[in-house]
């Protein structure tokens, strides 16, 4: 069982940065692989970004390559994601989540565990 937690959403404006952080509970964080995702109202769920359980490979969505950081750090028990270059459409709730599998899925169904989701809006 892992428990997430994520901090570190707020307003921003446009070409601002944010650095989420999810902290996990339990003594077998290193485990797990993590993910972010997020939603937008009246929108699904989507994929954001995700890291394997060393830290070693990362995997991100077309939209925000390039601009969005993930990273972890095990003795912490803490992923991280790091926003920058904001925009409007980044605006939405977001959540981590951690995966049992080896490799990290980009398909919701794939995580086991989820946070209960912190705001980012971005202003124009």
């Known amino acids: 069982q892992v428990q997430l937690v994520e901090s570190g959403g707020g307003l921003v404006q446009a070409g601002g940065s944010l650095r989420l952080s999810c902290a996990a509970s339990g003594r077998t964080f290193s485990r797990y692989a993590m993910g972010w995702f997020r939603q937008a109202p009246g929108k699904e769920r989507e994929f954001v970004a995700a890291?394997?359980?060393?830290?070693?490979?990362?995997y991100y969505a077309d939209s925000v390559k390039g601009r969005f950081t993930i990273s972890r750090d095990n003795a912490k028990n803490t992923v991280y994601l790091q926003m920058n270059s904001l925009k409007p459409e980044d605006t939405a709730v977001y959540y981590c989540?951690?995966?049992?599998?080896?490799?990290?899925?980009?398909?919701?169904?794939?995580?086991?565990?989820w946070g209960q989701g912190t705001q980012v809006t971005v202003s124009s």
């Open positions: 989540a951690a995966s049992v599998y080896a490799v990290p899925g980009t398909a919701d169904v794939e995580y086991s565990y």
């Open positions: 890291i394997n359980f060393s830290g070693g490979n990362t």
